[in-house]
């Protein structure tokens, strides 16, 4: 079977099911999460096995550490993948919810019911959890979905729809509801962004290149975000010990996310108090400092920021940093290099906070909380199948009700128009 026909009978596939899982009832979709989960406890050994195999063949292709580490599957990743199909099966089901009714005029009823959007496909690099976070969502929402991760993690992402496979029969849904492409070959990527009889969404999750690529080419809608530039901005009413916290575990907790630290802006006024203890921490841990001249006045030993550094998504441990003059040239920078995804102040300044979640433009803003809050778990989505940086139907995590519309529902009773 050649790569184009295989992707069209997954598209046909996932179409028929899409109407099956619509149709299904919120107790069986629950069924299917909770069943993935005890699958996926029960299948541990094979998990971290499957993903050896993964990680050791991704070493001697050269890999590099953030990639590695986005690729790798840790007993407590798997925890948190069970963890998040729980939460997930315990939120409210969107599905069928009639909101806004009213009566009209003419006396008809108006309102507004929660519809899946159908056919979901995925595209992602390296993260195998990944593949649970999207099925889940989708069960969840009453879409089919068609997910094709990356080759590095083949072997993972076969174990895992294996264990999501097993909690659609359990619950007596098509297992068809979710398939993984099984091919490696970059054919079936254009085949899918291009299936718009079958597919009705694209979600591409991974590098800058990969996602520039699906936007470009792709003739089925996409939810997406290119890269995550994001700031923090420590002013001049920061509370020091929160300015210091904040800003490691921004930058340190995990370098190779999306929602990762990428450059510090410091109000001027505190930037010899502040800068200092954050540096020293940063370095002991191995992390360049690249800073502009009033940064390298402070710091002597962080390397020069160069315009390009300002608008680079590191997935790295290497931080910019620059010190601005106030809340007006932060957001001024902010609105000029942020990718629209994520960006904090630390201030104990009310009004500044304020000015600050007003006036960022960015997917989520944040006063006095680590940018590494920006995720559909941290948020109470139970997981999320990706960030959107778009403005249109989806904006930031996009969890379930990202993944439904809304169509107009009318009662009446036999009522015409005059």
């Given at each position: ?12 596939q996932a179409r028929a099911a899409s109407r099956e899982l619509a149709r299904s009832s919120t ?51 798997i925890d948190t993948m069970i963890e998040g199909l729980r939460q997930v099966a315990g939120l ?24 899946p959007l159908g056919v979901i496909g995925i595209i992602y690099e390296s993260r195998p959890n ?289």
């Open positions: 079977m050649s790569t184009e026909s295989m992707m069209r009978a997954l598209g046909e107790g069986a979709r629950n069924e299917a999460l909770l069943a993935t989960a005890r699958a996926l406890d029960a299948s541990r050994e094979t998990l971290q096995a499957e993903n050896r195999k993964d990680l050791e063949a991704g070493r001697d292709k050269g890999l590099d550490e953030a990639m590695l580490d986005r690729l790798e599957l840790t007993g407590g990743r409210t089901d969107p599905v069928g919810v009639i909101t806004d009714m009213e009566y009209r005029p003419s006396g008809i009823q108006v309102g507004r019911m929660r519809v990944v593949t649970v976070d999207a099925a889940s969502l989708c069960i969840k929402s009453g879409n089919a979905t068609v997910l094709r991760g990356g080759s590095e993690a083949s072997h993972s992402n076969q174990a895992i729809a294996a264990c999501v496979a097993q909690g659609l029969r359990e619950a007596g849904l098509p297992e068809t509801g979710v398939q993984v492409v099984g091919t490696t070959d970059r054919e079936a990527v254009g085949h899918l962004i291009r299936m718009p009889e079958y597919v009705d969404v694209i979600v591409p999750r991974g590098g800058k290149s990969l996602i520039e690529r699906i936007s470009n080419e792709a003739s089925v809608p996409v939810i997406k975000h290119l890269d995550g530039i994001c700031h923090s901005f420590l002013d001049r009413d920061a509370d020091p010990e929160k300015a210091v916290s904040v800003t490691l575990n921004a930058k340190t907790q995990r370098y190779g996310t999306c929602n990762t630290l990428e450059t510090l802006l410091v109000d001027g006024p505190v930037a010899e108090s502040l800068l200092p203890p954050i540096a020293e921490q940063l370095q002991r841990i191995g992390v360049e400092l690249r800073g502009c001249a009033t940064t390298r006045a402070i710091l002597p030993e962080a390397g020069e920021a160069t315009e390009e550094d300002w608008a680079t998504e590191y997935l790295a441990p290497v931080l910019s940093i620059r010190v601005v003059d106030g809340l007006d040239a932060a957001m001024a920078h902010i609105n000029r290099y942020s990718s629209q995804h994520t960006d904090s102040i630390i201030t104990e300044n009310y009004t500044r906070a304020r000015r600050f979640l007003t006036e960022v433009d960015s997917s989520s803003v944040m006063v006095n909380a680590s940018t590494r809050f920006a995720d559909g778990f941290e948020y109470g989505l139970g997981a999320e199948i990706g960030i959107s940086t778009d403005k249109l139907h989806a904006r930031g995590p996009v969890g379930l009700e990202g993944l439904t519309s809304q169509k107009y529902v009318v009662f009446g009773d036999g009522h015409v128009r005059d």
